[in-house]
């Protein structure tokens, strides 16, 4: 099993719709959680941390279920330019902090 | 503010040859980072460091090198390239106890 998993996609929206992607985790000691976003053949950039409470960034909301041990993000209203690979990105305990990356899930955007 | 710096940005290497692929960064970070990218897979992470003089392995580290003499720079070497190799590797950097991680623009290295 993998350390963090999600749903591939493609997810295929129509512009102003609202779409969700959850992401599941295999360590419960797990410590930070973020969202990351990679366009095509670009690097990725952070997108959104999430916090236990859950937060909101404009018309982006993420959740963290530590029970269940997922991760959520909301899009509402969406925008082609929405458009990109959603990284579910989760660091481990331990000095060094390291991140592990999901494979991604996949959001186009159609007029 | 140039961020992460990473070069080259294509490149295409024979079986058997060795390269190096070359990174820095200007923010004086102290945790610096190599992934690889292949389709359905994610990052995974190669080898990282966390100050000057010090490297570790991370999830995939068979079949490259790399060194630490400076904050600024971080090289990854690979050895004897092979096709299992040909994927997209980003180096990364972010500051010790920080949260968010910057990405090189990433290089995109063909194994034939």
């Known amino acids: 099993r993998k350390e963090v998993e999600q749903d591939p996609g493609p997810f295929n929206v129509p512009e102003g719709a609202t779409v969700a992607f959850n992401c599941t985790y295999s360590n419960s000691a797990s410590q930070s959680f973020f969202w990351y976003r990679q366009d095509c053949r670009k690097e990725p950039k952070l997108l959104m941390s999430v916090y236990s409470s859950g937060n909101e960034d404009g018309r982006f909301t993420a959740q963290l279920n530590r029970a269940s041990q997922y991760i959520s993000l909301l899009i509402r209203d969406s925008k082609l330019s929405d458009s990109a690979t959603y990284l579910c990105?989760?660091?481990?305990?331990?000095?060094?902090?390291?991140?592990?990356f999901g494979s991604g899930t996949q959001l186009t955007v159609l007029p | 503010n140039a961020g992460v710096t990473q070069t080259p940005k294509f490149q295409v290497l024979k079986t058997g040859q060795s390269m190096t692929l070359q990174c820095a960064q200007d923010m004086n970070h102290e945790y610096m980072s190599w992934y690889r990218q292949d389709p359905g897979m994610g990052l995974r992470l190669i080898h990282y460091?966390?100050?000057?003089?010090?490297?570790d392995q991370g999830e995939v580290p068979n079949g490259y090198n790399v060194s630490r003499s400076t904050t600024e720079d971080f090289p990854l070497r690979l050895l004897s390239a092979a096709p299992s190799q040909t994927s997209v590797y980003f180096c990364?950097?972010?500051?010790?106890?920080?949260?968010?991680?910057?990405f090189g623009e990433g290089s995109w290295l063909t194994v034939v």
């Open positions: 990364a950097s972010r500051r010790d106890g920080g949260n968010t991680i910057y």
């Open positions: 460091s966390v100050g000057a003089g010090i490297t």
């Open positions: 990105v989760v660091t481990s305990s331990g000095s060094a902090r390291q991140l592990t």
